[in-house]
């Protein structure tokens, strides 16, 4: 530690991010259900109906357009908070001395618009906070933390299969588009229910992951309430 700099006691940003992404969820969770309903209504129809090959361009200002513009504000939403939570928790973390930590704030937000990197860097970050909270709570209140695996890991591997999924999606609808294939209503139908499971399991795993952090940083807080009001 660098006795040289002072501790400040760490900000309260996890609750912020935590009521973003539960927020989104609740959400995501209808507009998700809609679109597989509409999905399968498209490709599935009823005997009376004639059955199409190729989703229909959606009508300007329809319901289905409009709950895609949510989605992708509500998407945008939560990211910015989440991001922020990411550069706050690590300059918390440098604030209090942690030593050990993978990368700047800077990098550790700036990470997910790096091509390639962003692949590595945005779980590394998390799985960073994780650990070094862990860390620092140990350190300041003297006791040991019960060995939970990190979460880290699983909430990054749902959130890249729901993000790269899409790319599925439209890769299927154009060979589609040129190719009529029979298959084409069962694997949109296939990709959408994966895509759509995988962004709501990463989702439940990432408020859950943001409980038990902010957990430990009032735990933190606490102690180092606790510590500066014997030292005055």
Known sequence: MNSQTPLRI????????????????????IAAGYFIYYIYHHFYPS????????????????????????IAGLSIYT???????????????AELHVRGLAFSPGLAVGGWFIPLANLY????????????????????????????TNPAFSWWTFWLIASIVPIFVAYDQVLNATTQSAHAPSNVFIFSMIGSGSRVISLYLAIRMLRKIRKREKALRSALEEMMKGND
């Open 121 to 148: 860097i945005p779980y590394r970050a998390v799985s960073d906070i994780w650990k070094k909270t862990n860390e620092a709570l140990c350190n300041f209140t003297k006791t040991e933390m019960k060995d939970e």
């Open 10 to 29: 760490p900000k309260d940003n996890t609750t912020y991010a935590q009521g973003a992404i539960e927020g989104f969820s609740m959400l995501f969770l």
């Open 79 to 93: 990211i910015i908070f989440f991001l922020c939570w990411i550069g706050r928790a690590y300059s918390n973390l």
């Open 47 to 70: 005997d009376e109906e004639q059955f199409q090959p190729a989703i229909q361009p959606f009508v300007l200002f329809s319901f289905e357009h409009i709950m895609l513009a949510v």
